[in-house]
């Protein structure tokens, strides 16, 4: 069974449009939550989430943990087609475990 | 700084044969990290390294697979005999401390097995 769950597994949207990405944990040995952006080759680094509650912004991208519901979400907004990527979120343990990712694709 | 750097970029082999990947972690982060990545599976970690010491390697499909962290600068992933099934593209990362960092990755070696 998958410790860190994606949804959606894709999505498709219009240029300007804004998007809410998902991911849920696991509670066991929970550490911080990591968000990461995928486009052609490596994964590069955009959140680190330890706290509830507190939001992290950069741009038109923000992140927010929720340790109640075990989950975290991504929000982009005004979406330019350079968005378009694959996102994954991992939970942070003795080491990084990630979702599956969701596959954006911005449309112009 | 260069990053962390794998190499070859690209591999295609045949069935049986072995392979080596080559990885040089960031200088300066004591911990690494192999993935592979599919479709199917997405990113999973396969083992990794603090001060050069295994301290997970229970994501290794298979005996087929071994990792060697000799020095700090220098980590190899080999599969011997490959399979069709291990074609997938294999990533490695580094990070500053053992766990809560963030990793940089390289930029991955695409292997193909036929």
């Known amino acids: 069974e998958d410790k860190v769950v994606q949804s959606p597994l894709s999505l498709v949207v219009h240029e300007g449009d804004t998007v809410t990405l998902n991911c849920s944990y696991e509670?066991?040995?929970?550490?911080?939550l990591l968000w990461y952006k995928q486009e052609k080759k490596a994964p590069t680094f955009l959140f680190m989430l330890?706290?509830?509650?507190i939001e992290k912004k950069s741009g038109r991208l923000s992140s927010i943990l929720d340790k109640k519901e075990l989950s975290s979400i991504l929000n982009i907004t005004a979406t330019q087609t350079g968005d378009s990527a694959i996102y994954l979120c991992a939970q942070a343990g003795t080491a990084l475990i990630f979702g599956k990712g969701t596959t954006l694709s911005v449309s112009s | 700084d260069a990053g962390v750097i794998q190499s070859p970029r690209h591999e295609v082999t045949e069935m049986g044969q072995e392979v080596t990947l080559r990885c040089k972690p960031i200088s300066g982060h004591n911990s690494l990290f192999w993935y592979r990545q599919t479709m199917m599976r997405g990113l999973e970690l396969l083992i990794y390294f603090n001060n050069n010491v295994p301290i997970d390697d229970s994501g290794m499909p298979e005996d087929r697979f071994s990792a060697k962290m000799p020095n700090a600068s220098f980590s190899t992933l080999k599969i011997q005999p490959s399979e069709p099934r291990d074609s997938a593209v294999y990533f490695c990362a580094s990070s500053p401390g053992q766990t809560n960092s963030p990793l940089h990755f390289g930029n991955g070696t695409r292997l193909t097995v036929t």
């Open positions: 330890t706290s509830s509650g």
């Open positions: 509670v066991t040995n929970f550490r911080s």
